[in-house]
């Protein structure tokens, strides 16, 4: 199974940013994870287009964006002009996911939809076969540095049955409180794409705890 450690720049120094997307880069990341926040879908701001443009200039790494906002279409073309590589919107935000997914993927990136802790996977299982990537949430969107909610593990397992039921490929992510302990439940769980931020900014060593994430499953 390829997995991939997503570092959440949320978590990063904003003062030396550039910094740390080199020293995540030197680490082994796969490719970083840019939560958007309106202060209106979840009660916080975080960064908006001028940021994701500069971080793209700093990173040949794919660039994730998840978009907790509403009205997530409305700068599908700016994303796309900056060169974002995978896009995730809400399901809660849209009265017309299918055709956003659509849309995404049109202007040439990986489309995502995320599911909060309490949305269940019944809410986006008419999307499983067109989307890229199912990003599950296992803390509250809005702010950074929350304690795993464990729960969140069974909708892992269940959209693992219903990729094996379907023979789909679609990508199961999860992000908050990805840790080396959390991460080796994800993974056993059938979840390839680990988004980590407190954890990876925080450690003295990121190289070692990124390769402890993405290899747990082999130990």
Known sequence: M???????LLSADFLHLSKDIKTMEQAGADAFHLDVMDGQFVPNISYGLPVIRAVRSAT???????LMTENPEQFIDEYARIGVDMLSFHIEATHHAHS?????????MRAGVALNPQTPVSSVEHLVGDVDFILI????PGFGGQSFISHC??????????K??????FDIEVDG???DDTAKQCLAAGANLLVSGSHLFNTDNAENAITMMRDVNES
């Open 153 to 162: 593990l069974d909708k892992v397992h269940k959209l693992t049955q219903i």
């Open 60 to 66: 040949d790494l794919p660039l994730d964006v998840h």
């Open 164 to 169: 094996n039921e379907y023979n789909l490929t």
């Open 177 to 179: 409180g990805i840790n």
């Open 100 to 108: 956003l997914v659509k849309s995404i993927q049109d202007k040439g």
């Open 137 to 140: 949430m296992s803390v509250n």
């Open 2 to 8: 390829r997995v991939w450690v997503l570092p959440s």
